[in-house]
């Protein structure tokens, strides 16, 4: 649950990851509006509920810090909100009737190259071809209108190579699940996991690449079978995962517009509220997709503004002066 | 089916036990301005407000004489009353203007105070 709710949501197949790009600019778009909305609100408002927090005690600093919350918000989502105007207009000529590929050229043209660091993930098993198995596989992200860049899947790790800027750990997280599930055909207890995100703590990330190595290494010294839990990908599998990165083209296009926030989540849940919290649950994921980390911005948003138009259009009682 | 049922019984009993929470809703019906019987003595003007709403609270009413011409406030004075749920009340707001008019009469209810 937690995986596709929280670390890799929306990547299970080429339609699940559209509607998760779809989703995610919706959010943005979402997020400025309803910051803006309840700002304005505030302001607009701001004598009717100046008096109500004054009259009931509560501190009239509250509405500057919701006001502090939803500028954040906005200034936050903005490239987002950009982004989201973007895919818009670069799409907008399909509906027209424009040759897909003609659009898929123009959206495939606004990206930039990748700069720094090929982005990289790593799997708790080794994923090798069948026929070689030391060889990577390369799994080309292009199609008709242009390269995204090369995944690279060597061993555990996962690299994009001659990447375009922009996108999103997710494309990693859809080879992962695509190649778990065909794994999972011939070895049905096989699971196949990204277990390090690099782009969010490559410190861990090689620390755990280099155990691999090592055992890889001690592999060919005893020369004995994979030490290290490995899976083959046979001819067909990997003819599969191309042709469908071919298919996410257009949508990982549209992705890049998008800002990419890889953060690690943490939820705490307090026993005893601060400021006598001896004892609180927390649960942590080692990567939060921008889909669950941005909707539940919005979610909170949501909520807040809510709770203030129910103030505005039924104010509570407050003593007599 | 009870997994959707739940949050909106939680949402509804949330709502309806935060309703006796609510203050009014003051609605001015009607004014009527009234001259002193004799110099020197202040003019009154009776005005009718009703609460919209269950909701109970102080509400303050205001009412205002300007001078048609310049868009001077005359006269002004607030009085406070409490409302009950869905009540109506008129309440006599005294103003002494220093002229003998004519006036525009501009009232209104609020809440909070």
Redesign the interface.
């Given at each position: 649950m937690s995986q596709r709710i929280v670390r890799e949501q929306g990547t299970q197949s080429v339609p699940d990851y559209q509607s998760r790009v779809r989703r995610l600019a919706l959010i943005y778009v979402a997020i400025v509006l309803v910051c803006v909305g309840a700002i304005v609100l505030i302001v607009y408002q701001g004598k009717?509920l100046i008096?109500?927090s004054q009259?009931s005690n509560v501190e009239t600093l509250t509405l500057a810090f919701i006001i502090v919350l939803f500028a954040y918000l906005t200034l936050l989502s903005l490239p987002g909100f950009w982004g989201a105007l973007r895919i818009a207009a670069l799409n907008l000529p399909r509906l027209f009737g424009s040759d897909a590929i003609e659009v898929e050229r123009r959206k495939q043209s606004a990206l930039r190259p990748h700069t720094g660091e090929a982005d990289a993930v790593f799997l708790n098993s080794r994923l090798y071809p069948e026929d070689a198995p030391d060889a990577p596989v390369e799994l080309p992200v292009a199609d008709e209108a242009g390269s995204l860049g090369t995944i690279v899947i060597d061993g555990v790790r996962l690299t994009r190579r001659e990447a375009t800027r922009g996108g999103s750990n997710s494309m990693f997280a859809y080879v992962e699940q695509r190649a778990n599930a065909l794994v999972r055909r011939r070895a049905p207890d096989a699971k196949v996991e990204i277990v390090q995100w690099a782009t969010i703590d490559d410190e861990q990330g090689y620390q755990y690449y280099s155990l691999v190595r090592f055992s890889e290494n001690l592999q060919r010294e005893l020369q004995t079978p994979p030490l290290w839990p490995s899976y083959a990908l046979t001819d067909d599998d990997i003819a599969t995962l191309r042709r469908e990165l071919a298919e996410l083209c257009p949508t990982l296009r549209n992705e890049a517009l998008l800002p990419d926030v890889e953060y690690s989540a943490e939820h705490r849940l307090p026993i005893i509220p601060e400021p006598l919290a001896f004892i609180s649950l927390s649960r942590s994921e080692s990567r939060a997709d921008p889909v669950a980390s941005m909707g539940c911005a919005l979610i909170v948003a949501l909520v807040i503004l809510a709770i203030v138009v129910v103030i505005v259009l039924?104010?509570?009682?407050?003593p007599?002066? | 089916m009870m997994t959707r049922i739940l949050p909106i019984a939680a949402v509804v009993l949330l709502a309806v036990s935060t309703a006796a929470c609510f203050g009014p809703k003051p609605t001015v019906l009607s004014h009527e301005l009234e001259p002193p019987e004799q110099p020197g003595q202040p003019w009154v003007i009776y005005v009718t407000v009703e609460n919209r709403s269950r909701g109970e609270g102080q509400v303050a009413v205001t009412a205002r004489l300007i001078d048609p011409a310049t868009r001077d406030v005359l006269a002004e004075n607030e009085v406070t009353a409490q409302f009950r749920g869905h009540e109506t009340i008129t309440v006599a707001i005294e103003l002494q203007p220093q002229t003998d008019g004519p006036f525009e009469e501009q009232v209104e209810a609020e809440y909070p105070t």
């Amino acid at each position: 649950m937690s995986q596709r709710i929280v670390r890799e949501q929306g990547t299970q197949s080429v339609p699940d990851y559209q509607s998760r790009v779809r989703r995610l600019a919706l959010i943005y778009v979402a997020i400025v509006l309803v910051c803006v909305g309840a700002i304005v609100l505030i302001v607009y408002q701001g004598k009717l509920l100046i008096t109500l927090s004054q009259r009931s005690n509560v501190e009239t600093l509250t509405l500057a810090f919701i006001i502090v919350l939803f500028a954040y918000l906005t200034l936050l989502s903005l490239p987002g909100f950009w982004g989201a105007l973007r895919i818009a207009a670069l799409n907008l000529p399909r509906l027209f009737g424009s040759d897909a590929i003609e659009v898929e050229r123009r959206k495939q043209s606004a990206l930039r190259p990748h700069t720094g660091e090929a982005d990289a993930v790593f799997l708790n098993s080794r994923l090798y071809p069948e026929d070689a198995p030391d060889a990577p596989v390369e799994l080309p992200v292009a199609d008709e209108a242009g390269s995204l860049g090369t995944i690279v899947i060597d061993g555990v790790r996962l690299t994009r190579r001659e990447a375009t800027r922009g996108g999103s750990n997710s494309m990693f997280a859809y080879v992962e699940q695509r190649a778990n599930a065909l794994v999972r055909r011939r070895a049905p207890d096989a699971k196949v996991e990204i277990v390090q995100w690099a782009t969010i703590d490559d410190e861990q990330g090689y620390q755990y690449y280099s155990l691999v190595r090592f055992s890889e290494n001690l592999q060919r010294e005893l020369q004995t079978p994979p030490l290290w839990p490995s899976y083959a990908l046979t001819d067909d599998d990997i003819a599969t995962l191309r042709r469908e990165l071919a298919e996410l083209c257009p949508t990982l296009r549209n992705e890049a517009l998008l800002p990419d926030v890889e953060y690690s989540a943490e939820h705490r849940l307090p026993i005893i509220p601060e400021p006598l919290a001896f004892i609180s649950l927390s649960r942590s994921e080692s990567r939060a997709d921008p889909v669950a980390s941005m909707g539940c911005a919005l979610i909170v948003a949501l909520v807040i503004l809510a709770i203030v138009v129910v103030i505005v259009l039924f104010p509570p009682w407050v003593p007599a002066r | 089916m009870m997994t959707r049922i739940l949050p909106i019984a939680a949402v509804v009993l949330l709502a309806v036990s935060t309703a006796a929470c609510f203050g009014p809703k003051p609605t001015v019906l009607s004014h009527e301005l009234e001259p002193p019987e004799q110099p020197g003595q202040p003019w009154v003007i009776y005005v009718t407000v009703e609460n919209r709403s269950r909701g109970e609270g102080q509400v303050a009413v205001t009412a205002r004489l300007i001078d048609p011409a310049t868009r001077d406030v005359l006269a002004e004075n607030e009085v406070t009353a409490q409302f009950r749920g869905h009540e109506t009340i008129t309440v006599a707001i005294e103003l002494q203007p220093q002229t003998d008019g004519p006036f525009e009469e501009q009232v209104e209810a609020e809440y909070p105070t």
